[in-house]
Each structure stands twice: as structure tokens, then as C-alpha cells.
């Protein structure tokens, strides 16, 4: 019975290729809208976490001024000292390290490019706290450090910007006033929606000081990057350091903080939530196109019901019974569906890949999303398919043959 | 008087047809005492709107009866579920309408051969039936026609093959010339006459035409959902 109503319904699809298609396009496009648009968001949403990720764990910068982005508020407001950083690493538990950063705008030169770059004056743990990884040579180490000695690392802005595509590892700079040789070349970070983190060139704390642009008071530091311990509780930490910058800045009670943390897994989950939110918004338009696909559909049955009405009363009068009606109708509808959803779901395989390619997110076959998508389009063809039918199969055959 | 050993074929007693309810209630039927034995042929005539259609129909199983009894060589058709006279009709009727009733962009072949299908009949045996049946209404030629590319007359006679493919007990043919011009009118009851001398198929015809009703030999006629007259001709 099953095969015999496989056989009439393949040749009853057979008889009616335009409203075949037209079904199967409803569905196709439904489902290959609703899988490329998931499957893109969760690649955006990804791709933002892997460079937040890039940012640092864990990471919490300390600044001057009251707020983050109030630049009048940090105007003569006193900076940090070296001390400042190696207190916080030695007093407070549940902290990696904690990295004093000097900060400058300085012209650098190699042979006939020159260009303005953001100089780092740091200590050799910056680089595990900003999780900066080496493409060349090495990092600068605490005996670097002890010495003043003119090195720097470099990030892939600034050495494609000074070198081209050479190696930079070895080679002369002059920044400032002082030339400085290239020890390291960092692996890329990529914009991460707040500026190239590749421009920068970072060197020994000292030798800024020392070499470039001279020490003149304790209060030099601009920021102290501080890494806090797997597992830590962020808010606690940011409380015990708050409260010891205050003790250190001899703050009165009734004075505002002067500094202020800023919490990179915090902006990290605003952002993942965003995309995420994104990703949910998109999947919510594709679930509206194929509602769309299957208001498309539910047309043309709606369309082709008198037909079909009349086809059902044909076929009752000439001994079918309703059961083998409906099996056919439900066989044609879960076919044409089937088709659809598969074409949808290879169609979207082609879109993910490419246009994951151009818009440079990561791709990654998503099997529970196509799943739904094909089960969701099985339903709604199935639906919309045999609702008709079996209004049709419960008439006398003669009302259905009637049917106007 | 010989008394015949097996119930009548078909055995209709005090039969009634209302459609609608209520204030709109209309009654087609109005108590339809008949019996017809296997191998007759039968014109039912009467004018229009008496209700020679309506009691086609439930002679066919196509619509059911509001009231009264009919029994179908011996079966009580009233008792039977839906599921049992979809049975009925497929292995006991077979049914010629005024509007051909074939499945559009359908070719004759499939048409005739779709009763054997759901007959669970094999490929093959449908093939060779539904080439004969068309070939025995002097089709063979039309096999892959669909019915947008055949004559009136054409279309009635795939009807007929498709009705007479199962070779069914009786054959319910609901005006079946009405559509068609006088020289088709007599191919088509020619087909008819043959069919219910040469397999023994007993056939009712409902008609408008004398010169139709002159092929059966027994003239029901009809007015206002009652039988008026039944007339053997010698
Ligand atoms: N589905 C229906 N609903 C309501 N009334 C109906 C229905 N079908 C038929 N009738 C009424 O029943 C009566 C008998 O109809 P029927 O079709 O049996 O007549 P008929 O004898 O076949 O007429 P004709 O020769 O014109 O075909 C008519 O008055 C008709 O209006
Ligand atoms: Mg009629």
C-alpha cells in the first residue's frame, strides 16, 4: 500500500511540475535563508569572542580619571608609579601579574618611511597579560629591562608599514631620538572594535624612560595592565584594588575615585550577548522567510484545492479508499518538502562558505540548525500540503467530484 | 413462477435522499421502492430535477442514502462503513459520468489503468487490461493522449474503459450521451449494449433521450423522487 501510494504520488508530482516546483521553491528558499543566516551569526558571534579573547583574559587595565572615556575628568589628575603596579601583583590575592604601561606618540624611522607610532613602555609580563604571541625573534627580558637596553617588539601594522614584507628581526629603527633594534615581531590580533591592536611597538619601560622621552616624576605611568588569576571573582578583585588605589592615593571618604578599571570580560560578555542577540534577530527574519515559503505554498494549494477536490473524488469513485488518498497527498507533500529542504540545505552550504569567506568570519557546518530548519520545512509543507486533502478525503465522493 | 435462488442484485426499499436541514431541506428521494437483477440493462429517465442522478448516486455508493434500505447482492450498503464502500465501489462498480471525470494531464492509459492500481493489480497485467479495455472502445490509438487532447465522444469512451477495466458487476452511467452528438450517443451506447451482452454487466443508464432508452429493455421513470412507471419491454 505504501509503494503503490509512493507510485501514484511520484507520478501524480510528475503530471503537475509547475506546482511542484513552485512548492519546492517555497521550501528551498525558506530553509537555505534560515540556515545561512544562523549559521553566519554564530560565525560573527565567534569571530568577535576570538578577538576578544585575543584582547586578554582576565584582563583588567587601571587607569587615571574617574571614568573610562572622560578624558576632562583625567586632566591633572595624578598618574600611577612603577610601584603602584608591583604592590598591587605583591598585596592582592588572586592576581597573575600586573604591568606598569607608559605610553607615548613617537615619529619612528627606517630608511625613508616614517610614520607616527604608539610606543609601550612596559615590563616583559605585558606580553602574557595582553596574550601577544611571536611571529619572529623574541620578547624583551627582565635583564633587557634592568639595562635600558634599545630594543623593541613590533607589531605587523608597524612592520608592514616600515619593512614591507622583510623581516624586521635584527634590524635598526631609529624612534624619537634614539635608534632601537627590532627583537621580536608580533603575531596579528586584528581590529577588535577598538582600534588596530597590530599598531604598536613595545620596549622596556626603562629604555622609554631612560632613551626617548626622559623620566621626570614618580607619576609617570598611564595605565597598569593587570591579568587576574583563572577562576577569580572580577568584582571582588576590582573592589580589594579600588580600595587599595584609594589607601595609596591617600583618598579621603568623601572624595571620588581618581582611577578607574575597566573589565575586559565584562565588555566581552556585552559583546558576546550582542551577537548573540544578532544571531537570534537574523534567525528570527529567516524563520519569517520560510513562513513566507509556506504561505507561498499554502497559495498554490489553496490555488490547486478545486483541482485536487475534484482529483479526490475521482479517485474515491473509482474504489480508493480515503486512507490511500491521504497516504498519497502526505507522500507527494513530505516528497516535494524533502526535495526542497535538501536543495535548501545544499544551497546554504554553498552561501555559508562563501560568503563566510568574504565577509571573514569563521564557517562551521552547523548540523543541529540544518536539522531543525529541514524538520521545520517537512512540517510546514506537510501542513499546508495535506490540511486540504484531508478536508477533500472526508467528503462523500460525490460532493467532492461537485466541489465548485 | 420460478423464484430466483440468489437475493436481487440490487434491492432498494422505501428509499429517501434529503439534502440540507432544517427550513432548507429538500427531499429528492421520497421513498424509492426497486429491485434490479443481475444482468439487466436499465434506462432511468424522468424530468429534470426529479431525481435520477441523486439516485444514481447512492445506487453507486457515491452519496449516501437518508433513509430506507438498500441492499447490493445481498449487503446491507447502509451498514457499511466509509472504508467498506470505497471496497464496494472499487471491486463491485464502475461508474460512466456526464463529465467524463477523468484526472486532467493524465494520459488514457493511466486513467484506465488507475482502478487497477488500487486493485493491488501487477504492472504488467494492468498494462495488457488497460490497453485492451482501450482498444475495446475503439481507442488504441489514444493511449497517451491526455483528455485535453481528445473529442467529447473520446473522453466518454475512456470513461467507459476506465469503468469497465475492473470488470464490475453493474455499471452506473449518469447521462452519458449528454455531452455528445447523435452519432457519438450511439458508439457510446453501442459500447454499453456490448458490455452488458457480451461480459454480462448489468447496466443503468439515466438518460433524457428516448432513442437511448430504446437500447435497454426496461424504462424506470421518475417524478418528484417517486417511481412512476416500470415498464419490460417484451
Ligand atoms: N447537493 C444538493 N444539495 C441540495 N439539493 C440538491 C443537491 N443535489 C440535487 N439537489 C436537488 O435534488 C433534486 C434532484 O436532483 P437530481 O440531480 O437528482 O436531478 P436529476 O433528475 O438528475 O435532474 P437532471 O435531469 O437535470 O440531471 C433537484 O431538485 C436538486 O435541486
Ligand atoms: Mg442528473
Redesign the interface.
Same mark, same amino acid.
Given at each position: 500500500m505504501i509503494w /503503490?501510494a509512493l507510485? #501514484?504520488a511520484l @507520478?501524480e508530482i510528475g @503530471? /503537475?511540475l509547475t506546482r511542484a516546483f513552485l512548492t519546492v521553491l517555497g521550501i528551498f528558499i525558506g530553509v537555505a535563508a534560515i540556515i545561512t543566516m544562523v549559521t553566519l551569526g554564530q560565525g560573527a558571534t565567534l569571530a568577535v569572542k576570538a578577538q576578544i579573547s585575543n584582547l586578554g583574559n582576565n584582563l583588567l587595565t587601571l587607569r587615571p580619571g574617574a571614568g573610562f572615556g572622560s578624558r576632562t575628568a583625567s586632566a591633572g589628575v595624578p598618574h600611577f608609579t612603577e610601584k603602584d603596579a608591583t604592590i598591587i601583583s605583591e598585596q592582592i590575592a588572586g592576581i597573575a601579574a600586573a604591568a606598569p604601561v607608559r605610553t607615548a606618540s613617537l615619529s619612528t624611522i627606517y630608511l625613508q618611511n616614517a610614520r607616527l607610532s604608539a610606543i609601550t613602555g612596559t615590563t616583559p609580563v605585558y606580553f602574557q597579560i595582553n596574550k601577544w604571541n611571536l611571529a619572529e625573534g623574541r620578547f624583551f627580558s627582565e635583564v633587557d629591562l634592568r639595562s635600558g637596553a634599545a630594543v623593541c617588539v613590533i607589531g605587523n601594522t608597524v612592520r608592514t608599514e616600515l619593512f614591507g614584507s622583510d623581516n624586521p628581526v635584527g634590524v635598526k629603527i631609529r624612534i624619537g631620538k634614539a635608534a632601537c633594534e627590532v627583537i621580536g615581531l608580533l603575531v596579528p590580533k586584528g581590529q577588535a572594535g577598538m582600534g588596530d591592536q597590530d599598531d604598536t611597538i613595545i620596549m622596556p619601560l626603562s629604555a622609554l624612560q631612560r632613551r626617548l622621552i626622559g623620566k621626570n616624576s614618580e607619576h609617570d605611568i598611564n595605565q597598569i595592565s593587570i591579568s587576574a588569576q583563572d577562576g577569580v571573582d572580577g568584582t571582588a578583585l576590582i573592589t580589594e584594588i579600588t580600595s587599595l588605589m584609594r589607601q595609596r592615593r591617600n583618598l579621603q571618604p568623601n572624595q571620588d575615585n581618581n582611577f578607574n578599571i575597566f573589565d575586559t570580560r565584562q565588555i566581552a560578555e556585552t559583546l558576546g550577548a550582542t551577537t548573540q542577540l544578532m544571531t537570534m534577530l537574523l534567525a528570527a527574519v529567516a524563520g519569517v522567510s520560510l513562513l513566507v515559503g509556506g504561505i507561498g505554498i499554502m497559495n498554490i494549494m489553496l490555488v490547486s484545492v478545486t !483541482?485536487r477536490t @475534484? !482529483?479526490i473524488? #475521482?479517485? $474515491? =469513485? #473509482?474504489? =480508493?479508499?480515503? @486512507? !490511500?488518498v491521504l497516504l498519497q497527498f502526505l507522500v507527494e507533500a513530505v516528497t516535494l518538502s524533502c526535495v526542497g529542504g535538501l536543495a535548501g540545505i545544499v544551497l546554504a552550504f554553498g552561501l555559508c562558505a562563501g560568503l563566510a569567506k568574504i565577509i571573514q568570519v569563521p564557517f562551521n557546518f552547523n548540523l543541529q540548525i540544518n536539522v531543525i530548519a529541514f524538520l521545520f520545512s517537512a512540517a510546514v509543507g506537510v501542513l499546508f500540503g495535506y490540511t486540504p486533502a484531508r478536508r477533500a478525503a472526508r467528503l /462523500?465522493? #460525490?460532493?467532492a $467530484?461537485r466541489h465548485e | 413462477m420460478n423464484q430466483p435462488a440468489a437475493s436481487p442484485l440490487i434491492e432498494l426499499r422505501g428509499l429517501t435522499k434529503t439534502y440540507g436541514v432544517g427550513d432548507a431541506a429538500f427531499q429528492a428521494l421520497k421513498g424509492i421502492d426497486l429491485t434490479i437483477q443481475a444482468g439487466e440493462f436499465v434506462a432511468i429517465m424522468g424530468p429534470s430535477g426529479s431525481g435520477k442522478s441523486t439516485l444514481m448516486n447512492v445506487l453507486g455508493c457515491l452519496d449516501t442514502p437518508t433513509a430506507g434500505s438498500y441492499h447490493y447482492q445481498g449487503i446491507a450498503v447502509e451498514a457499511l462503513n466509509t472504508n467498506e464502500r470505497s471496497l464496494l465501489r472499487r471491486y463491485a462498480l464502475g461508474f460512466v459520468f456526464q463529465g467524463f471525470n477523468l484526472l486532467a494531464r493524465t494520459s488514457s492509459l493511466d486513467n484506465v489503468e488507475l482502478p487497477l492500481l488500487y486493485r493491488g493489480v501487477s504492472r504488467q497485467d494492468r498494462l495488457a487490461k488497460a490497453v485492451a479495455a482501450l482498444t475495446s472502445v475503439g481507442l488504441p490509438t489514444k493511449l497517451r493522449s491526455t483528455p485535453a487532447e481528445l473529442s467529447g465522444g473520446q473522453q466518454q469512451r475512456v470513461a467507459i474503459a476506465r469503468a469497465n477495466v475492473t470488470e464490475p458487476s453493474t455499471l452506473f452511467a449518469d447521462e452519458p450521451t449528454g455531452n455528445l452528438d447523435s452519432v457519438t450517443t450511439g458508439d457510446v451506447m453501442e459500447l454499453l449494449t456490448r458490455l452488458n451482452l457480451d461480459r454480462g454487466i448489468t447496466v443503468l443508464v439515466v438518460t433524457h433521450d428516448d432513442h437511448v432508452a430504446t437500447f435497454a429493455r426496461r424504462t424506470v421513470l421518475i417524478k418528484d423522487g417517486l417511481i412512476e412507471s416500470d415498464v419490460v419491454r417484451p
Open positions: /503503490n507510485a #501514484i @507520478r @503530471r /503537475n !483541482e @475534484r !482529483e473524488g #475521482i479517485r $474515491l =469513485a #473509482i474504489g =480508493a479508499t480515503a @486512507r !490511500e /462523500n465522493p #460525490i460532493d $467530484l | -
